[in-house]
């Protein structure tokens, strides 16, 4: 069964930049897309970003187009998302899942990590 960790979280200033990674263990990563989802106090999850089993396709959500970078490493069995300019509104526990669904990002997401808190503030 596989099993997602991620990590990466933290408090950054307006304008900063932090890496977030998802580690997996239990499978081979390589055998789903992966999305990045977060979710702030009082509202709804959304899926941020999600990249395809091999990698060679993302999509990003209008929030975070231009700023946030979706990326694996299939021989690492982990993936990353690269997040800069953040912004106070980016503040939210962000969970990576899993999905087998597609071979370009998945309808529906089977497993899911822990979640990190992100924390934008001054």
């Known amino acids: 069964q596989l099993q997602l960790v991620e990590s990466g979280g933290g408090l950054v200033q307006p304008g900063g930049s932090l890496r977030l990674s998802c580690a997996a263990s239990g499978s081979t990563l390589d055998h789903y897309s992966i999305g990045w989802f977060r979710q702030a106090p009082g509202k709804e999850r959304e899926r941020i970003s999600c990249?395809?089993?091999?990698?060679?396709?993302?999509t990003y959500a209008d929030s975070v187009k231009g700023r946030f970078t979706i990326s694996r490493n299939n021989a690492r069995n982990t993936a990353y998302l690269q997040m800069s300019s953040l912004k106070p509104d980016d503040s939210a526990v962000y969970y990576c899942?899993?999905?087998?669904?597609?071979?370009?990002?998945?309808?529906?997401?089977?497993?899911w990590g822990q979640g990190t808190q992100v924390t934008v503030s001054s």
């Open positions: 990249i395809s089993r091999s990698g060679t396709f993302t």
């Open positions: 899942a899993a999905g087998s669904d597609s071979t370009l990002c998945a309808a529906r997401y089977d497993y």
